[in-house]
């Protein structure tokens, strides 16, 4: 069974710093998605990265795919109030369906 | 396209009766996904649809749960004899196939809210 790890489970921090978190599993995905949802609504699709090593850019988010496509990391800079919400990883095996992380959920203070 | 619509965005039940939840995907779409979410965890995989044809079940799901893609396109999922556990966020994504790949972009509803009283 795929089991995909996320870290920290939850983060406050003070807007304006730059946050880190983390997806891990022990199985190799063909691809990975990272979401935020907000309560009450659907998550929102992010990113998705699909070779090792990748990098992507979005505004202030950098977002990264581990060399063997076990992991992957969020990088937020300079966060906003806005920011706030539940960041989601979803990895994908070749033809399967989509296994999701617990969540980190972040809140940014005024 | 406004992107993938589920209906009714909130439904309370009384235990022991029957519901059912209506998803329209982005029209271009050829999958479809059911997931179950309560508080404080990431989405559950519950069954999916290539079409009309549903390729996968999850496990767990109980035989009270039953899902339909006619003409694949819309889809509906029921809960037969609901229970209180039943209470939850069901949400549906539908997904494309990125090209020159055989990676899935999924796209998701906002959401019904159940609640089994």
């Known amino acids: 069974t795929q089991l995909l790890e996320q870290s920290p489970q939850f983060l406050s921090i003070q807007e304006g710093e730059n946050l880190t978190v983390y997806c891990n599993s022990s199985?190799?995905?063909?691809?990975l998605q990272w979401y935020r949802q907000e309560p009450g609504e659907g998550p929102v699709l992010l990113v998705t990265?699909?070779?090792?090593?990748e990098v992507k850019k979005l505004k202030r988010l950098t977002f990264q795919f581990g060399d063997a496509r076990k992991d992957s990391s969020l990088h937020i800079t300079a966060a906003q109030t806005g920011d706030t919400g539940l960041y989601l990883c979803?990895?994908?095996?070749?033809?399967?369906?989509?296994?999701f992380g617990p969540g980190t959920r972040l809140s940014v203070l005024p | 396209d406004t992107g993938v619509s589920q209906n009714p965005r909130h439904k309370i039940t009384k235990r022991g009766q029957n519901v059912t939840f209506r998803c329209d995907p982005i029209?271009?779409?050829?999958?479809l996904y059911w997931y179950r979410q309560t508080l404080g965890q990431g989405p559950e995989f519950l069954t999916y649809?290539?079409?009309?044809?549903?390729?996968?079940k999850s496990r767990l799901l109980s035989d009270r749960f039953s899902a339909e893609r006619p003409k694949g396109s819309f889809s509906t999922l029921e809960i037969q004899r609901t229970e209180q556990g039943d209470s939850a966020m069901y949400l549906c994504?539908?997904?494309?196939?990125?090209?020159?790949?055989?990676?899935?972009?999924?796209?998701f509803g906002p959401g019904t809210r159940l609640t089994v009283t």
């Open positions: 979803a990895g994908a095996q070749y033809g399967q369906n989509f296994v």
């Open positions: 649809f290539q079409n009309e044809a549903q390729l996968e």
């Open positions: 994504a539908s997904s494309f196939r990125l090209a020159g790949g055989p990676v899935y972009e999924q796209y």
């Open positions: 029209s271009e779409h050829n999958r």
């Open positions: 990265v699909v070779t090792g090593g």
């Open positions: 199985s190799v995905f063909s691809s």
